[in-house]
């Protein structure tokens, strides 16, 4: 069974940068669909990012252009690389992982407990 720990929020001000990881174990990352979602206080879990097993990354449409989902095989870790943040990008975040694609789905067998983000204007 595969365990997530998230970790690198914080807060910044509008325009900074942030870097999220996820170390997992009990699972090699190499054969998982991972993904990283966000949640807002008072809404729902949003999917943010997603990379395959194979490496193919998708995108929510709001973070085009300033967020990066990668994963380091060697090191069993996945990261977002968050840049530009903006106040509405402010959210805890939790990392997730499946055998299963599914995409931006908020249904992943495995999940972090959550990294908060806050970002101020």
């Known amino acids: 069974q595969v365990q997530l720990e998230d970790a690198g929020g914080g807060s910044v001000q509008a325009g900074g940068s942030l870097r999220l990881s996820c170390v997992a174990s009990g699972y090699s990352v190499s054969s998982l669909h991972m993904a990283w979602f966000r949640q807002a206080p008072g809404k729902e879990r949003e999917g943010v990012a997603t990379?395959?097993?194979?490496?193919?990354?998708t995108y929510t449409n709001s973070v085009k252009g300033r967020f990066t989902i990668s994963k380091d095989n060697a090191r069993n870790t996945l990261y977002l690389q968050m840049n530009s943040l903006k106040p509405e990008d402010t959210a805890m975040y939790y990392c997730?992982?499946?055998?299963?694609?599914?995409?931006?789905?908020?249904?992943?067998?495995?999940w972090g407990r959550g990294t908060q983000v806050t970002v101020s204007s």
């Open positions: 990379i395959g097993m194979g490496g193919t990354t």
């Open positions: 997730a992982a499946d055998r299963r694609w599914l995409g931006l789905a908020p249904r992943y067998a495995a």
